[in-house]
């Protein structure tokens, strides 16, 4: 099966090109295998990510036939007799042929402070802290991120403006602010209602199509519409508030 694979070195090609492979054709052999067969044994040259190869790790997104996915959960099957095209992920700055940087996307994570700040200190000797089922399932589905990217590949609004929080530091900000036990969701929302924050997101909704783990990160951008548009008409409702 032919694999036409994007191939770029942005301190000496002018732009990217495409090289074709022929790989070994099975029913249950992945793009990611595809591309170590044509590492191994065809090209040592060829730059792409992967680690876990169980959509876990997220490292292996790409673009194949246009679309954000991860290699490793991508079969031949599902192009054969193909060919199948793969590109760098969209919207990132490519570092070499497959690999992209993602300096950006971390920094806008860590911005969010992607960890639990507790409501109430508590010491280790009174024990952990307690929730319950109804209160987990408010932000259950959000902790599946896997911080792959392919929600900001396929999102417009991020390729116009890259200062766009984007779709999955959103839902990430959105899965702390909803946890019981958290107590920095104010903080949080500073952010979010920012002009590169929720309000730049144009629901498209392309970003929950292409999330491997069935995260939906438009439902939390419109969830977060809801409560910044609401905490701002509350100001002027709110009693004993002159303003």
């Not at 876990?52 to 007799?81: D, H, K, Q, W």
């Not at 095209?85 to 950006?104: G, N, T, Y």
């Not at 408010?138 to 403006?161: E, S, V």
């Not at 438009?218 to 709110?238: E, I, T």
Request: proline share 7%; net charge negative.
């Amino acid at each position: 099966m032919k694999l036409e694979v994007m191939r770029y070195l942005p301190e000496s090609d002018p732009e990217p090109r495409h090289q074709v492979y022929e790989v070994p054709y099975s029913d249950t052999g992945s793009v990611l295998e595809a591309l170590q067969y044509i590492k191994d044994e065809l090209d040592p040259t060829l730059s792409f990510r992967w680690s876990c190869r169980m959509a876990i790790c997220g490292s292996c997104g790409m673009n194949i036939n246009g679309v954000p996915r991860l290699a490793c959960r991508t079969f031949l099957r599902e192009y054969f007799p193909g060919p199948v095209r793969i590109d760098a992920l969209a919207h990132f700055p490519v570092e070499r042929d497959l690999v992209i940087s993602a300096a950006d996307f971390i920094a806008k994570l860590e911005s969010i402070k992607p960890y639990i700040i507790p409501r109430v200190e508590r010491d280790v000797s009174e024990g952990e802290y307690l929730q319950t089922p109804l209160e987990l399932e408010k932000f259950n589905q959000f902790t599946k991120c896997i911080n792959c990217m392919l929600c900001y590949a396929a999102c417009p609004q991020y390729g116009i403006d890259p200062a766009f929080l984007g779709p999955g530091v959103i839902a990430l900000a959105h899965r702390y602010n909803a946890d019981s036990r958290d107590g920095a969701a104010e903080e949080r929302m500073g952010q979010l209602h920012a002009e590169e924050g929720l309000w730049s997101c144009t629901a498209v909704g392309y970003c929950s199509e292409v999330c491997p783990k069935d995260v939906d990160p438009a439902n939390a951008v419109n969830q977060n519409k809801m409560a910044s548009a609401l905490d701002y008409f509350l100001r002027f409702v709110k009693p004993g508030d002159k303003s």
